[in-house]
């Protein structure tokens, strides 16, 4: 009877080895199954992510333009800014002689003889 007992025994461990190998396979299946959906999910991720390189590279290229401008409108102000200066100067030559025409004025006037005094 031993020899039964023996071959139920091994029967028994051969069919919860069968079990366990399909459950192997039912979890190797749900694996690959989750490995596929995020395979799926990281190509959609790496779409939108060129998607978002190109348009940054987009935005850089707007930029330059706007950074080539603004160069132009800074020398243009310089320009300016020179042009202001020597505005400057030329106002301050004008104030000097004004005023010196200011003093030979007072000083004519100061010389010229007094109103008489019925006029």
Do not use: C, F, K
């Amino acid at each position: 009877m031993t020899g039964m007992t023996g071959d139920a025994s091994l029967h028994l461990r051969v069919s919860r080895l069968e079990n366990e190998t399909e459950s192997i396979y039912e979890l190797i299946t749900e694996v690959r199954s989750t490995q596929q959906e995020h395979t799926q999910r990281l190509t959609r991720v790496e779409e939108r992510l060129t998607t978002v390189d190109e348009r940054l590279a987009g935005v850089d290229e707007r930029l330059a333009g706007v950074d080539e401008r603004l160069a132009g409108v800074d020398e243009r102000l310089a320009g300016v800014d020179e042009r202001l200066a020597g505005v400057d100067e030329r106002l301050a030559g004008v104030d000097e002689r004004l005023a010196t025409i200011e003093s030979t004025l007072h000083e004519v006037v100061r010389r010229l003889p007094e109103p008489p005094a019925g006029s």
